[in-house]
């Protein structure tokens, strides 16, 4: 990929790559309509849109004046990403060819309403930004029915004004309560013929069959409620603007909700909401001849998201893929994995420390402060040796205390006294204490530090790992102990907020975000130097595999890893184009969102080692989970996605991995039957062999 | 009751209880079971001499060891030193405890991997490494220390050979204030010796530096010769890392902790001038603290031998004849001496008897079976007068005696141990005739009809 150059948007020579990336924008806008994240799909849409030359040309005629605006004002070629930026424009031309024929005077009030269009775009979209919700068609919405309203007065434009309907696209022996369906479907693009809308429900149905359930849910669920309003079930069905159940059920559904029962039931809610809003709206707007267009999809959605992004609803998709398949997938893959919590911290220590206070601990972790958590050292049931007289028989004494996020210290205090044993401090209750802000922008406070003990300043830059200070028995402190919570604010004793361990281990096993209970003895890890070494993938570094049958060679591929120049996320890619995107974070290196054919080698990487700690330890275990069809090897797909909506875990397949020794770590898929798989790591970099299936893939040297 | 045989009159100085030079030891020293098992008992079973190894004390320092690093640093890997103590089921305990092993010869190596110890779990140290050795060792992926620039030339040869890179370590030595400076071991830091080596290495292209290791001593008294040792490790770290691509993913820091043993010339008792292991890992884990980068933390590599092991081992001998020395000292001759106890010659060892005996103390020297002056036990101890066939326990010597015990004149003894339920097993036979011999070619011409 060539990278931007900042001179090229200056000049007025356009170069083929931008040409390309102009066009697929366009036919990207068409698809995007219909939720579709495909441009193949974008350029069907667009042929067959044809079938109304007015309305595509005046349509295309108000995108390619947005696109010379763009390019007039010097934008960066990197807007064309959003989709929002040129369907609004699209829709809004569309609407204006709807009603008039393409004249020299209607074209110039196209390209005054795109350019409106445009701008208002923009506008709403950095104020919806803020919310973290979608513009949808809003900025349409507003700008056509502006349209509509000017043109009251522009009598001329009436002259011409098309109804030609060609005949050969509406499907007339079909049933009435079924071409309505297929009616509304293709009055979303400004074709309310139920051939067209045959093809477009084909192009849905073939693309997500998550989403053609939806869009039959919605119809007839709108129709349904709307029928049981007017006690008609004709006049129901030939509403016009049907077309917006379609399109409220497909978006709280499947695309900004993550497919689930509950989000299914929303979505429902939101259709039968929607008509009280269309016969309102309609006969409001009826007054001044104007259609409501998809009003009614705009407010219901953007209002539902408002309200369930703000109760942190946990189906909402942060991640949006582009079939609901894959966000589903994602989804349920990450709450396995990673569990979405969004507060990860490190252990504060070193070494095997055991829980003496979890959330909601019933001494002192109640309440406002109910979300900490307080470590000892114990050994053969005791935090100390002898008596227990003394602070020095306290294993958990004089321990460092380890940062347990990458942060700023800005507030500590370091001279409170050490409590006798059998004393606490009721004045000054936090004792020694410091306060990290997260790189994330959570604040950690930890308690009860060793008098004189910090060896870190206020306003120094920590990393997760680095140390802080000695444990110690300052403040409302009995024994020994550390405290650590994550809070509302950097103010002392502020509010508490629940978070999670990123990686520790228990009894020789890796736990992933997890809150250990009390009384669990866990052990922190910090990434191993080695480890990480061994799996540092370097931006444009290539390793060549061989793949083995036996004894027998019978193929070859090569990696190379590469970043995406807009998320920065890195990836391997093959020489197909199949991509595996890999990380190496929070004390771990993982494989996720693999982009590709099925049964590819680059996929078989991703079964055979989905994750990997960055600690060694002989012996040591890890779970993890991967999409079942990989370890299926099942074409069942489509069962198991539409399945998945109910049944998350019918989804996933469970594994096992453990580490034989330094370089060779063996799995076990928990699939029907078994899969055994082996990952053997190169000594100073990358991965030395895969033993997946019936297959070893062995690095080329 | 029989008539006492004549025992010639002793003058004993006494010495004040509050005098200059401490309190003697005028208690005598009784100690009747190890792990609970009763000394005659082993002895009646096993026979005399008996080196006894209890493993719940390993057990316990191991775990001790473990834990003043590993609560202090989180990425820690103790390697068993071999030559400490090589029996099988030594080497077991440990490495079942977590230990990878820490070898300094091809046929330690070769126990190691004997004993199914992977290459990748075996640090191979030593200044003497032969070709062939190194050859194996770099295909199995062992962690190999380099001790010279030959041997950089070596594995450069066997890298060759073999097609592939090899990881390697460097050793090093430094000026860390104490006396002697074990400078022969590694290159030297101070001169840029190291550096010249990493450039070396970098200039051959064949070899993958990932690691640093130095040993500084052994039975070190003074934990801020480790800090000194940790600190300069990490600046040269930096160093290495800052010029060259090498990224230095382990830092071994060798061993030579002390064990409670009395070193002779050292006045006080083991009790107050030996550090505690938590001493040891403070000094050394606050250096890493004090100068590593943080983020990526190397793995630490100890190499603690002595200090696991020492005080787990025992001798349990029998008195087998006394008389009186021209100078008055009482005189008893062990079936156990230097040949068993090759560390004898630097440390004073606790002698326990199993029984209290009648009679005062006296000053005695305690020998050997060998018939040479130097085999001694003890020079000058304070012991009640010991009944012939008595036995006595000798302590600590779990670290270095049954691999550097000689088959001189004697046999040597089985070795015992007990087990975490006070269970014993042999796990060591006492030779015989056919053990020693084995090896021997007898020519033809001198074989007697």
């Known amino acids: 990929m060539s990278k931007p150059e900042s001179g090229c948007q ?80 699209l829709l809004v031309g569309m609407s204006i060819g709807y009603i008039f024929e393409v004249t020299a005077v209607s074209a110039l009030l196209i390209m005054m309403a795109a350019i409106f269009t445009f701008l208002l775009t923009i506008v709403l979209y950095h104020l919806f930004l803020k919310a973290s919700i979608p513009i949808l068609s809003l900025p349409f919405t507003l700008v056509s029915t502006l349209i509509y309203l000017a043109s009251l007065n522009y009598t001329s434009l009436y002259t011409q004004a098309l109804y030609i309907k060609p005949a050969f696209v509406d499907l007339t022996f079909l049933p009435v309560i079924l071409s309505m369906y297929l009616k509304a479907m293709g009055t979303i693009l400004f074709l309310p013929y139920s051939g067209v809308g045959l093809l477009f429900v084909i192009g849905i149905l073939s693309y997500s069959r998550i989403m053609f359930l939806l869009s039959i849910a919605g119809f007839y669920v709108g129709v349904f409620v709307h029928s049981m309003m007017l006690g008609s079930w004709h006049l129901a069905l030939s509403n016009p603007y049907t077309f917006n159940y379609i399109l409220i059920a497909i978006a709280l559904g499947a695309i900004f909700l993550v497919p689930s029962i509950r989000s299914i039931l929303i979505a429902m809610i939101g259709v039968a909401m929607s008509v009280l809003f269309i016969d309102a709206s309609a006969s409001f707007w009826a007054i001044y001849k104007i259609p409501v267009f998809t009003l009614p999809f705009n407010v219901i959605v953007i209002s539902f998201l408002f309200v369930l992004q703000s109760v942190r609803f946990r189906e909402f998709a942060y991640d949006i893929k582009k079939t609901p398949e894959l966000t589903l997938r994602s989804y349920i893959l990450s709450f396995f994995r990673f569990r979405l919590g969004d507060i990860n911290l490190f252990l504060p220590f070193s070494g095997k420390w055991s829980v003496y206070q979890a959330f909601d601990g019933e001494w002192t972790h109640q309440g406002e402060w109910r979300y900490a958590y307080d470590f000892v050292i114990m050994k053969d049931g005791e935090s100390f040796k002898g008596e227990g007289n003394h602070l020095e028989d306290y294993f958990a004494y004089k321990k460092p205390v380890l940062s347990p996020v990458s942060g700023y210290v800005l507030d500590l205090k370091d001279s409170v006294e050490d409590n006798l044993i059998g004393h606490v401090n009721t004045i000054e209750n936090w004792g020694n204490y410091i306060i990290i802000q997260s790189q994330l922008g959570h604040f950690i406070e930890i308690s009860h530090l060793a008098r004189a003990s910090i060896k870190v300043k206020k306003g120094d830059y920590v990393e997760a790992g680095q140390i802080l200070g000695l444990c110690g028995n300052s403040g409302y402190s009995p024994q020994p102990h550390i405290h650590i919570q994550v809070q509302e604010s950097v103010l002392l004793g502020s509010k508490t907020l629940p978070f999670q361990f990123v990686s520790y281990i228990e009894d020789d096993h890796v736990q992933f975000y997890d809150d250990p209970p009390e009384k669990r003895e866990v052990e922190s890890y910090f990434n191993d130097k080695s480890l990480d070494k061994r799996l540092s993938f370097t931006l444009d570094s290539r390793y060549s595999y061989d793949v083995y049958h036996g004894e027998k060679i019978i193929d070859t591929f090569e990696l190379k890893v590469k970043m995406n120049r807009f998320s920065g996320r890195f990836y391997f890619e093959d020489q197909k184009g199949n991509r595996l995107h890999l990380a190496k974070e929070a004390g771990m290196f993982y494989l996720y969102d693999y982009e590709g054919k099925d049964e590819s080698w680059l996929q078989k990487i991703y079964i055979a080692i989905p994750r990997i700690p960055l600690v060694y330890r002989k012996g040591l ?47 076990v898929l928990f699939s029907h039957p078994e899969q055994k798989v082996a990952v053997g790591l190169d000594q100073s970099n990358g991965i030395d062999y895969i033993e997946v299936q019936e297959h070893i893939i062995r690095m080329r040297r | 009751m029989g008539k006492k045989p004549y025992e010639s009159p002793t003058i004993i100085k006494i010495e004040s209880s509050m005098s200059k030079a401490g309190l003697p030891s005028m208690q005598q020293k009784i100690r009747k079971d190890i792990d609970g098992v009763d000394i005659h008992a082993l002895s009646d079973e096993y026979g005399s001499p008996l080196f006894v190894f209890s493993e719940q004390k390993m057990r316990k320092l191991y775990k001790e060891a473990y834990e003043a690093f590993s609560s202090r640093y989180p990425n820690v890997q103790f390697g068993w030193s071999y030559k400490t103590n090589y029996l099988q089921a030594i080497c077991s305990v440990f490495h079942q405890e977590g230990a990878i092993a820490e070898v300094v010869s091809e046929f330690e190596y070769e126990k190691a991997r004997k004993f199914g110890i992977e290459g990748k779990d075996i640090i191979y140290n030593g200044p003497y490494k032969p070709y062939d050795s190194l050859k194996t060792a770099a295909s199995e992926g062992a962690k190999i220390h380099i001790d010279t620039f030959d041997e950089i030339s070596d594995l450069e040869k066997v890298a060759d050979e073999l097609g592939m890179t090899i990881p390697v370590a460097i050793r090093l030595n430094m000026d860390i204030g104490i006396e002697p400076q074990w400078s022969r071991f590694g290159f030297n830091i101070e001169s840029g010796q190291a550096m010249d080596a990493v450039r070396r290495i970098e200039a051959g292209g064949k070899l993958d530096l990932n690691g640093l290791h130095s040993h500084i001593g052994t039975f070190m008294l003074d934990t801020n010769a480790y800090k000194m ?96 020395l021209p100078d008055g000292r009482r005189n008893y001759i062990m079936d156990a001496g230097v040949n068993l106890l090759y560390t004898a010659f630097w440390f004073k060892y606790d002698l326990e008897l199993t029984e209290r005996q009648d009679g005062m103390m006296e000053p005695a020297l305690v020998n050997g079976p060998l018939c040479m002056n130097i085999d001694v036990i003890d020079e ?70």
């Open chain 2, 229 to 324: 040792q940790t600190t300069k490790m990490v600046l040269l770290m930096k160093e290495i890392e800052a010029h060259t691509d090498y990224i230095i993913t382990y830092l071994d820091v060798g061993g030579g902790f002390a064990s409670k043993a009395h070193l002779k010339g050292i006045y006080q008792p083991p009790e107050v001038v030996v550090p505690s292991i938590d001493d040891y890992a403070e000094a050394i884990t606050s250096a890493l603290y004090e100068h590593l980068e943080h983020g990526n933390y190397p793995r630490l590599y100890l190499e603690t031998g002595r200090h696991l092991i020492d005080e787990a081992g025992y001798l349990i001998t029998t008195m087998t004849g006394t008389k009186r």
């Open chain 2, 380 to 449: 000058s101890v304070m012991l009640p007068r010991l009944k012939r066939g008595s036995k006595m326990v000798i302590s600590p010597v779990g670290a270095y005696s049954v691999t550097q015990w000689m088959q001189f004149i004697r046999y040597r003894p089985s070795v015992v141990l007990i087990d975490m339920q006070g269970q014993t097993h042999l796990i060591r036979e006492t030779e015989e005739l056919h053990d020693v011999e084995a090896r021997e070619r007898l020519p033809e011409y001198l074989q007697h009809e």
């Open chain 1, 621 to 667: 275990t890890w779970n993890d989970y991967l999409p079942a069809r990989y370890a299926l090897r099942t074409h069942l797909t489509y069962l198991l996605s539409i399945g998945a909506i109910a049944f998350p875990r019918a989804y996933i397949t469970k594994g096992k991995w453990q580490f034989k020794d330094e370089q060779r770590i063996e799995g």
């Open chain 1, 10 to 89: 200056s000049t007025f020579n356009m170069n083929s790559a931008t040409m390309k990336s102009y066009f697929t924008a366009v036919i990207s806008s068409y698809a995007e309509i219909l939720f579709l994240q495909n441009p193949r799909y974008g350029l069907a849409l667009l042929l067959i849109s044809f079938i109304n030359v007015n309305t595509t040309l005046s349509g295309l005629i108000a995108v390619f004046t947005v696109l010379a605006f763009a390019y007039f004002i010097r934008m960066e070629v990197e807007f064309l990403q959003n989709g929002f930026y040129i369907y609004n424009p």
